[in-house]
């Protein structure tokens, strides 16, 4: 399963970076950004580039914000391409992504259903969590 995670600026690059830090160097993974000096039109041909020889029963696209320029660029080539496209990207579900597609029984499908589901874990008010432990 290959992983695609878009940005704007170097937030894709960066997230890449840190989840190796956490759990190794990965493969089949690319990062993308979106730079103020740069047209979207640079963007969506670089992540073409990269998309023509995968197989795209097998792409996950995360990216940053919903309706942002790259989610709007990915958005964009899922006519083209049969991608899974995820948006609202974070560190915590990058990594439960990494973990998941090691499991070869683990489908694309099986994989963003189970992120979508464990996403809103991923934002902890720890005040709330802090003062909760206390009771």
């Known amino acids: 399963m290959e992983f695609i995670l878009v940005s704007h600026g170097d937030l894709a690059k960066g997230m890449l970076?840190?989840?190796?830090?956490?759990v190794g160097p990965q493969?089949?993974?690319?990062?993308f950004g979106l730079y103020p000096q740069e047209?979207?039109?640079t963007l969506r041909q670089q992540i073409v580039t990269y998309l023509q020889p995968l197989?795209?029963?097998?792409i996950i696209c995360f990216t940053d914000l919903?309706?942002?320029?790259?989610?709007?660029?990915?958005?964009s080539?899922?006519?083209q391409y049969n991608i899974r496209?995820?948006?609202g990207m974070n560190l915590a579900l990058i990594l439960e992504a990494f973990m998941m597609r090691q499991d070869p029984h683990n489908s694309r499908e099986d994989l963003c259903h189970a992120l979508l589901r464990?996403?809103?874990q991923t934002f902890v008010d720890i005040n709330q969590f802090l003062d909760e432990s206390k009771e």
């Open 17 to 22: 970076t840190s989840a190796q830090m956490i």
């Open 27 to 31: 493969a089949q993974v690319a990062a």
């Open 39 to 41: 047209d979207v039109s």
């Open 55 to 58: 197989d795209a029963n097998q």
């Open 66 to 75: 919903f309706n942002g320029s790259p989610c709007n660029v990915v958005t």
């Open 77 to 79: 080539l899922m006519d």
């Open 85 to 87: 496209h995820l948006t």
């Open 118 to 120: 464990q996403a809103p």
